[in-house]
Protein backbone atom coordinates (compact mmCIF):
# COMPACT_ATOMS: atom_id res chain seq x y z
CA UNK A 1 0.00 0.00 0.00
CA UNK A 2 1.42 3.48 -1.14
CA UNK A 3 2.18 6.04 1.65
CA UNK A 4 0.46 9.19 1.70
CA UNK A 5 2.12 12.40 0.86
CA UNK A 6 4.97 13.17 3.17
CA UNK A 7 5.24 9.82 4.09
CA UNK A 8 7.93 7.75 1.92
CA UNK A 9 10.19 7.64 5.06
CA UNK A 10 10.71 4.49 7.11
CA UNK A 11 9.18 4.25 10.51
CA UNK A 12 12.35 2.98 12.10
CA UNK A 13 11.97 1.24 15.64
CA UNK A 14 9.34 1.83 17.51
CA UNK A 15 8.57 1.15 21.48
CA UNK A 16 5.85 1.39 23.05
CA UNK A 17 6.05 1.15 26.97
CA UNK A 18 4.22 1.05 30.01
CA UNK A 19 1.23 -0.66 29.07
CA UNK A 20 -1.38 -1.37 31.66
CA UNK A 21 -3.39 -3.73 29.41
CA UNK A 22 -2.58 -5.57 25.85
CA UNK A 23 -5.65 -6.34 23.74
CA UNK A 24 -4.30 -9.26 21.25
CA UNK A 25 -7.29 -9.02 18.77
CA UNK A 26 -7.31 -12.96 19.36
CA UNK A 27 -10.72 -14.59 20.08
CA UNK A 28 -9.17 -17.66 21.68
CA UNK A 29 -6.55 -15.35 23.80
CA UNK A 30 -7.76 -11.66 24.34
CA UNK A 31 -5.77 -10.22 26.48
CA UNK A 32 -1.28 -10.76 26.48
CA UNK A 33 1.25 -10.73 29.17
CA UNK A 34 3.73 -7.71 29.09
CA UNK A 35 3.57 -3.81 29.45
CA UNK A 36 5.92 -3.18 26.23
CA UNK A 37 5.24 -3.92 22.23
CA UNK A 38 8.43 -3.32 19.94
CA UNK A 39 7.92 -2.70 16.04
CA UNK A 40 10.50 -2.14 13.05
CA UNK A 41 9.81 -0.67 9.83
CA UNK A 42 6.26 -1.14 10.51
CA UNK A 43 5.85 -4.79 11.89
CA UNK A 44 5.29 -6.01 15.49
CA UNK A 45 8.79 -7.63 16.28
CA UNK A 46 8.16 -8.52 19.61
CA UNK A 47 5.50 -8.34 23.14
CA UNK A 48 6.41 -8.84 26.41
CA UNK A 49 7.77 -7.18 29.41
CA UNK A 50 10.29 -4.50 29.14
CA UNK A 51 12.88 -5.62 31.14
CA UNK A 52 13.34 -8.41 28.67
CA UNK A 53 13.41 -6.64 25.41
CA UNK A 54 15.92 -4.66 23.25
CA UNK A 55 14.39 -1.09 23.54
CA UNK A 56 18.02 0.29 22.22
CA UNK A 57 17.95 2.21 19.03
CA UNK A 58 14.41 3.13 18.80
CA UNK A 59 13.44 6.23 16.85
CA UNK A 60 10.21 6.94 18.76
CA UNK A 61 9.08 5.83 21.88
CA UNK A 62 5.57 6.12 23.18
CA UNK A 63 4.73 6.21 27.18
CA UNK A 64 1.49 4.72 27.14
CA UNK A 65 1.23 5.67 30.31
CA UNK A 66 -0.20 2.17 31.70
CA UNK A 67 -3.39 2.58 29.38
CA UNK A 68 -4.49 -0.04 27.14
CA UNK A 69 -3.20 -1.21 23.63
CA UNK A 70 -5.30 -2.67 21.27
CA UNK A 71 -4.78 -3.57 17.74
CA UNK A 72 -6.39 -0.84 15.23
CA UNK A 73 -9.73 -1.33 14.93
CA UNK A 74 -11.17 -2.74 11.41
CA UNK A 75 -14.12 -1.23 9.20
CA UNK A 76 -15.26 -4.04 7.87
CA UNK A 77 -18.10 -2.31 5.53
CA UNK A 78 -17.87 1.04 4.56
CA UNK A 79 -18.45 3.07 1.03
CA UNK A 80 -15.67 5.00 0.04
CA UNK A 81 -15.73 6.99 -3.27
CA UNK A 82 -12.56 9.24 -3.79
CA UNK A 83 -9.67 10.60 -1.40
CA UNK A 84 -11.67 11.72 2.35
CA UNK A 85 -14.94 13.07 0.04
CA UNK A 86 -18.32 11.60 0.41
CA UNK A 87 -21.26 12.76 -2.09
CA UNK A 88 -23.35 10.66 -0.05
CA UNK A 89 -23.53 13.48 3.02
CA UNK A 90 -21.51 16.15 1.26
CA UNK A 91 -18.76 15.89 3.67
CA UNK A 92 -14.93 16.22 3.84
CA UNK A 93 -12.41 14.31 5.79
CA UNK A 94 -15.12 11.36 7.18
CA UNK A 95 -11.93 9.21 7.02
CA UNK A 96 -9.77 11.29 9.13
CA UNK A 97 -12.36 11.28 11.70
CA UNK A 98 -13.69 7.74 11.92
CA UNK A 99 -9.26 7.52 12.48
CA UNK A 100 -10.29 9.38 15.13
CA UNK A 101 -12.47 6.84 16.20
CA UNK A 102 -9.52 4.14 16.81
CA UNK A 103 -10.22 2.67 13.18
CA UNK A 104 -7.14 2.10 10.72
CA UNK A 105 -8.08 -0.23 8.20
CA UNK A 106 -11.31 0.36 6.33
CA UNK A 107 -12.88 -2.22 3.33
CA UNK A 108 -14.96 -0.91 0.82
CA UNK A 109 -18.23 -2.89 0.38
CA UNK A 110 -18.88 -1.19 -3.36
CA UNK A 111 -17.96 2.39 -4.30
CA UNK A 112 -21.64 3.05 -5.02
CA UNK A 113 -22.21 7.15 -3.73
CA UNK A 114 -20.32 7.83 -6.88
CA UNK A 115 -22.18 9.92 -9.09
CA UNK A 116 -23.17 8.75 -12.76
CA UNK A 117 -21.75 5.32 -11.54
CA UNK A 118 -21.55 3.10 -14.31
CA UNK A 119 -23.50 -0.19 -15.09
CA UNK A 120 -21.93 -1.51 -18.51
CA UNK A 121 -19.42 -4.15 -18.20
CA UNK A 122 -16.41 -1.70 -19.75
CA UNK A 123 -17.35 1.25 -17.48
CA UNK A 124 -18.15 -0.77 -14.48
CA UNK A 125 -14.56 -2.47 -14.62
CA UNK A 126 -12.84 0.56 -14.97
CA UNK A 127 -14.77 2.20 -12.22
CA UNK A 128 -13.50 -0.86 -9.77
CA UNK A 129 -9.71 -0.92 -11.15
CA UNK A 130 -9.75 3.08 -10.67
CA UNK A 131 -10.98 3.55 -7.04
CA UNK A 132 -8.76 0.43 -6.06
CA UNK A 133 -5.92 2.61 -7.76
CA UNK A 134 -6.78 5.85 -6.09
CA UNK A 135 -6.39 4.55 -2.65
CA UNK A 136 -3.45 2.07 -3.32
CA UNK A 137 -1.89 5.01 -3.98
CA UNK A 138 -3.64 7.64 -1.54
CA UNK A 139 -4.03 6.99 2.07
CA UNK A 140 -6.25 9.78 3.69
CA UNK A 141 -4.30 10.28 7.41
CA UNK A 142 -2.67 7.06 7.15
CA UNK A 143 -5.81 4.64 6.84
CA UNK A 144 -5.49 1.95 5.22
CA UNK A 145 -8.47 1.89 2.54
CA UNK A 146 -9.20 -1.16 0.41
CA UNK A 147 -11.24 -0.16 -1.98
CA UNK A 148 -12.49 -0.95 -5.90
CA UNK A 149 -15.31 -3.13 -4.92
CA UNK A 150 -17.28 -3.95 -8.23
CA UNK A 151 -20.66 -4.21 -7.81
CA UNK A 152 -21.39 -7.23 -10.75
CA UNK A 153 -24.04 -6.54 -13.05
CA UNK A 154 -25.70 -8.95 -15.92
CA UNK A 155 -23.96 -9.83 -18.42
CA UNK A 156 -20.62 -10.05 -16.92
CA UNK A 157 -18.29 -13.78 -18.02
CA UNK A 158 -15.30 -15.30 -16.02
CA UNK A 159 -12.68 -13.68 -18.35
CA UNK A 160 -14.09 -10.00 -16.60
CA UNK A 161 -13.12 -11.45 -13.37
CA UNK A 162 -9.89 -12.49 -15.01
CA UNK A 163 -8.89 -9.38 -16.09
CA UNK A 164 -10.20 -7.59 -12.96
CA UNK A 165 -7.89 -10.08 -10.73
CA UNK A 166 -4.49 -9.18 -12.67
CA UNK A 167 -5.25 -5.38 -12.75
CA UNK A 168 -5.26 -5.80 -8.57
CA UNK A 169 -9.10 -5.68 -8.04
CA UNK A 170 -9.57 -7.92 -4.86
CA UNK A 171 -13.05 -7.26 -3.57
CA UNK A 172 -16.84 -7.47 -4.64
CA UNK A 173 -19.37 -4.86 -3.49
CA UNK A 174 -22.16 -5.79 -2.18
CA UNK A 175 -24.32 -8.75 -4.76
CA UNK A 176 -27.76 -7.10 -4.86
CA UNK A 177 -26.75 -3.29 -5.35
CA UNK A 178 -26.36 -3.90 -9.38
CA UNK A 179 -28.85 -5.99 -11.50
CA UNK A 180 -27.48 -8.86 -10.15
CA UNK A 181 -30.56 -10.16 -7.81
CA UNK A 182 -30.90 -13.87 -8.37
CA UNK A 183 -29.24 -16.71 -6.08
CA UNK A 184 -28.01 -18.87 -9.67
CA UNK A 185 -26.49 -15.61 -11.43
CA UNK A 186 -25.04 -14.33 -7.95
CA UNK A 187 -23.57 -17.90 -7.07
CA UNK A 188 -22.03 -18.73 -10.58
CA UNK A 189 -19.85 -15.26 -10.40
CA UNK A 190 -19.36 -15.42 -6.59
CA UNK A 191 -17.52 -18.60 -7.61
CA UNK A 192 -15.78 -17.03 -10.50
CA UNK A 193 -14.62 -14.18 -8.36
CA UNK A 194 -13.01 -17.08 -5.29
CA UNK A 195 -11.47 -18.50 -8.29
CA UNK A 196 -9.21 -15.42 -9.04
CA UNK A 197 -8.86 -14.52 -5.33
CA UNK A 198 -11.31 -11.77 -5.38
CA UNK A 199 -13.28 -12.17 -2.01
CA UNK A 200 -17.39 -11.07 -1.80
CA UNK A 201 -20.04 -9.98 -0.07
CA UNK A 202 -23.44 -10.13 0.22
CA UNK A 203 -26.39 -7.27 0.39
CA UNK A 204 -28.87 -8.57 3.32
CA UNK A 205 -32.25 -8.11 4.12
CA UNK A 206 -34.08 -5.15 2.59
CA UNK A 207 -32.89 -2.07 -0.06
CA UNK A 208 -31.11 0.02 1.28
CA UNK A 209 -30.66 2.78 -1.57
CA UNK A 210 -32.59 2.96 -5.04
CA UNK A 211 -31.66 0.07 -7.16
CA UNK A 212 -30.86 -2.48 -4.14
CA UNK A 213 -33.51 -5.27 -3.09
CA UNK A 214 -34.41 -7.37 -0.76
CA UNK A 215 -32.23 -10.20 -0.42
CA UNK A 216 -33.58 -12.91 1.88
CA UNK A 217 -31.72 -16.24 3.37
CA UNK A 218 -32.17 -18.31 0.30
CA UNK A 219 -30.22 -15.95 -1.94
CA UNK A 220 -27.68 -15.25 1.15
CA UNK A 221 -26.62 -19.30 1.54
CA UNK A 222 -27.01 -19.76 -2.24
CA UNK A 223 -24.77 -17.13 -3.77
CA UNK A 224 -22.36 -18.79 -0.92
CA UNK A 225 -19.85 -15.05 -0.80
CA UNK A 226 -17.34 -14.80 1.90
CA UNK A 227 -18.91 -12.48 3.70
CA UNK A 228 -22.58 -12.09 4.72
CA UNK A 229 -22.63 -8.04 4.86
CA UNK A 230 -25.18 -6.81 7.37
CA UNK A 231 -26.17 -9.90 8.43
CA UNK A 232 -28.71 -7.00 10.94
CA UNK A 233 -29.72 -5.18 7.49
CA UNK A 234 -28.52 -2.32 6.11
CA UNK A 235 -31.07 -0.82 6.71
CA UNK A 236 -33.74 -2.94 7.17
CA UNK A 237 -32.85 -6.94 9.05
CA UNK A 238 -34.72 -9.99 8.19
CA UNK A 239 -37.04 -11.81 10.39
CA UNK A 240 -35.50 -13.45 13.15
CA UNK A 241 -36.01 -16.60 11.90
CA UNK A 242 -33.79 -16.19 8.66
CA UNK A 243 -30.72 -14.51 10.55
CA UNK A 244 -30.83 -17.40 12.74
CA UNK A 245 -31.15 -20.12 9.86
CA UNK A 246 -28.07 -18.16 7.96
CA UNK A 247 -25.97 -18.15 11.11
CA UNK A 248 -26.88 -21.45 11.45
CA UNK A 249 -26.06 -23.02 8.17
CA UNK A 250 -23.53 -20.06 6.68
CA UNK A 251 -19.28 -21.04 7.57
CA UNK A 252 -18.51 -17.60 6.01
CA UNK A 253 -18.50 -14.11 7.51
CA UNK A 254 -21.43 -12.73 9.68
CA UNK A 255 -21.23 -9.15 9.99
CA UNK A 256 -23.27 -6.79 11.58
CA UNK A 257 -22.89 -3.24 11.26
CA UNK A 258 -23.40 0.18 12.90
CA UNK A 259 -26.03 1.20 10.59
CA UNK A 260 -28.26 -1.50 10.93
CA UNK A 261 -31.04 -2.82 13.39
CA UNK A 262 -29.03 -2.92 16.69
CA UNK A 263 -31.77 -5.96 18.12
CA UNK A 264 -30.64 -8.05 15.00
CA UNK A 265 -27.06 -7.39 15.80
CA UNK A 266 -27.49 -8.78 18.69
CA UNK A 267 -29.39 -11.39 18.08
CA UNK A 268 -26.85 -11.93 15.43
CA UNK A 269 -24.13 -11.99 18.09
CA UNK A 270 -26.22 -14.62 20.75
CA UNK A 271 -26.91 -16.97 18.10
CA UNK A 272 -23.36 -16.97 17.02
CA UNK A 273 -22.13 -17.73 20.60
CA UNK A 274 -24.79 -20.10 21.13
CA UNK A 275 -23.29 -22.53 18.45
CA UNK A 276 -19.73 -21.95 18.65
CA UNK A 277 -19.34 -19.42 15.62
CA UNK A 278 -18.28 -16.32 17.61
CA UNK A 279 -15.19 -16.67 15.67
CA UNK A 280 -16.84 -16.39 12.27
CA UNK A 281 -18.58 -12.33 13.94
CA UNK A 282 -17.27 -9.11 11.78
CA UNK A 283 -18.02 -5.37 12.24
CA UNK A 284 -18.69 -2.29 9.95
CA UNK A 285 -19.98 0.52 9.76
CA UNK A 286 -22.03 0.46 6.61
CA UNK A 287 -21.30 4.72 6.04
CA UNK A 288 -21.34 7.10 4.60
CA UNK A 289 -24.97 6.47 4.53
CA UNK A 290 -28.58 7.86 4.83
CA UNK A 291 -27.57 7.77 8.57
CA UNK A 292 -24.25 9.80 7.76
CA UNK A 293 -20.96 9.17 8.79
CA UNK A 294 -20.03 7.59 12.00
CA UNK A 295 -16.64 8.28 13.34
CA UNK A 296 -17.01 6.10 16.23
CA UNK A 297 -18.90 3.30 14.73
CA UNK A 298 -16.93 0.61 15.80
CA UNK A 299 -16.15 1.55 18.89
CA UNK A 300 -20.34 2.25 19.40
CA UNK A 301 -20.74 -1.25 17.87
CA UNK A 302 -17.86 -3.00 20.59
CA UNK A 303 -19.72 -1.24 23.34
CA UNK A 304 -23.50 -2.63 22.46
CA UNK A 305 -21.94 -5.54 21.53
CA UNK A 306 -20.14 -6.02 25.08
CA UNK A 307 -23.23 -4.01 27.37
CA UNK A 308 -25.72 -6.12 25.77
CA UNK A 309 -24.64 -9.86 25.68
CA UNK A 310 -22.30 -11.96 28.08
CA UNK A 311 -19.39 -11.28 25.95
CA UNK A 312 -16.61 -10.15 27.86
CA UNK A 313 -15.54 -6.40 26.76
CA UNK A 314 -12.39 -8.20 25.19
CA UNK A 315 -14.28 -10.43 23.44
CA UNK A 316 -15.87 -7.70 22.11
CA UNK A 317 -12.70 -6.14 21.25
CA UNK A 318 -11.96 -8.74 18.83
CA UNK A 319 -15.06 -8.70 16.66
CA UNK A 320 -14.06 -5.26 15.46
CA UNK A 321 -10.06 -6.52 15.04
CA UNK A 322 -8.75 -9.88 14.74
CA UNK A 323 -12.01 -11.82 13.73
CA UNK A 324 -12.21 -9.13 11.08
CA UNK A 325 -8.52 -9.71 9.85
CA UNK A 326 -8.48 -13.11 9.72
CA UNK A 327 -12.07 -13.37 7.51
CA UNK A 328 -10.65 -10.67 5.59
CA UNK A 329 -7.01 -11.93 5.06
CA UNK A 330 -5.19 -8.99 6.55
CA UNK A 331 -1.75 -8.94 8.15
CA UNK A 332 -3.15 -6.29 10.58
CA UNK A 333 -6.01 -6.20 13.41
CA UNK A 334 -3.98 -8.85 15.69
CA UNK A 335 -0.91 -8.12 18.29
CA UNK A 336 1.71 -10.31 17.32
CA UNK A 337 5.28 -11.11 15.47
CA UNK A 338 5.41 -10.31 12.05
CA UNK A 339 1.70 -8.45 11.81
CA UNK A 340 1.26 -4.76 10.99
CA UNK A 341 2.17 -2.49 13.64
CA UNK A 342 -1.27 -0.42 13.52
CA UNK A 343 -2.47 0.04 17.16
CA UNK A 344 -5.09 2.40 19.05
CA UNK A 345 -4.09 3.25 22.91
CA UNK A 346 -7.16 4.41 24.83
CA UNK A 347 -8.72 4.72 28.77
CA UNK A 348 -11.39 4.77 30.25
CA UNK A 349 -13.26 7.66 29.42
CA UNK A 350 -12.91 10.82 32.89
CA UNK A 351 -15.58 10.38 34.91
CA UNK A 352 -16.84 7.26 33.42
CA UNK A 353 -18.34 4.48 35.87
CA UNK A 354 -16.40 1.35 36.07
CA UNK A 355 -12.94 0.65 37.61
CA UNK A 356 -11.00 -0.65 34.51
CA UNK A 357 -11.41 0.66 30.48
CA UNK A 358 -13.25 -2.68 30.21
CA UNK A 359 -15.59 -2.79 33.27
CA UNK A 360 -16.73 1.13 31.66
CA UNK A 361 -17.12 -0.37 28.10
CA UNK A 362 -18.88 -3.66 29.56
CA UNK A 363 -21.85 -1.02 30.93
CA UNK A 364 -22.15 0.26 27.53
CA UNK A 365 -19.75 3.36 27.77
CA UNK A 366 -16.87 4.10 24.91
CA UNK A 367 -13.72 4.57 25.92
CA UNK A 368 -11.32 8.15 25.50
CA UNK A 369 -8.78 7.39 22.66
CA UNK A 370 -4.98 9.12 23.74
CA UNK A 371 -3.54 7.91 20.10
CA UNK A 372 -3.71 5.75 16.87
CA UNK A 373 -0.62 4.53 15.06
CA UNK A 374 -0.13 2.82 11.64
CA UNK A 375 2.85 1.13 10.34
CA UNK A 376 4.22 1.92 13.31
CA UNK A 377 4.17 5.61 12.86
CA UNK A 378 1.82 7.76 15.30
CA UNK A 379 -0.92 9.73 13.00
CA UNK A 380 -3.55 11.03 15.75
CA UNK A 381 -2.50 12.04 19.07
CA UNK A 382 -6.11 12.81 21.57
CA UNK A 383 -8.71 12.03 19.59
CA UNK A 384 -11.63 14.90 18.83
CA UNK A 385 -14.14 12.74 18.88
CA UNK A 386 -14.28 10.33 21.98
CA UNK A 387 -14.59 11.40 25.56
CA UNK A 388 -11.46 12.76 27.00
CA UNK A 389 -9.51 9.68 28.34
CA UNK A 390 -8.78 9.43 31.94
CA UNK A 391 -4.72 9.14 31.06
CA UNK A 392 -3.19 10.30 27.54
CA UNK A 393 0.00 8.61 26.25
CA UNK A 394 2.89 11.02 25.27
CA UNK A 395 5.66 10.82 22.70
CA UNK A 396 8.71 10.44 24.72
CA UNK A 397 10.79 11.33 21.82
CA UNK A 398 10.54 10.74 18.29
CA UNK A 399 8.33 11.81 15.41
CA UNK A 400 3.93 12.39 15.41
CA UNK A 401 3.45 12.32 11.75
CA UNK A 402 -0.16 14.33 10.36
CA UNK A 403 -0.85 13.14 6.59
CA UNK A 404 -1.98 15.42 4.52
CA UNK A 405 -3.66 15.07 1.30
CA UNK A 406 -1.62 15.95 -1.52
Known amino acids: MAEAAGGNEKAGKLVIRHIGLILSGKIEQPILDGDCIICDDGKITAVGYEKDLDIEGATTIVDAMWTTVSPGLIDSHVHPVVGDYTPRQQQLNWIDSTLNGGVTTMISAGEVHTPGRPRDIVGLKAHAITAQRFYQNFRPSGVKVHAGALVIEKGMEEQDFKDLAAAGVTLLGEVGLGSVKDAGDAKK ?142 DCGIIEVGRSADFVIMDRAQHAPGKTILDSVKQGN ?40 K
Open 366 to 405: LPGIGMTIIDGIVRTQRSRNTPPANALPEIVFGRYDRYEA
Open 189 to 330: MVAWARKYGIQSTIHTGGPSIPGSGLIDKDVVLEADTDVVGHLNGGHTALPDDQIICICESCSRGLEIVHNGNERAAILTVNTARELKKLDQVILGTDGPAGSGVQPLGILRMISLVASFTDLPAEVAFCLGTGNTARQRNL
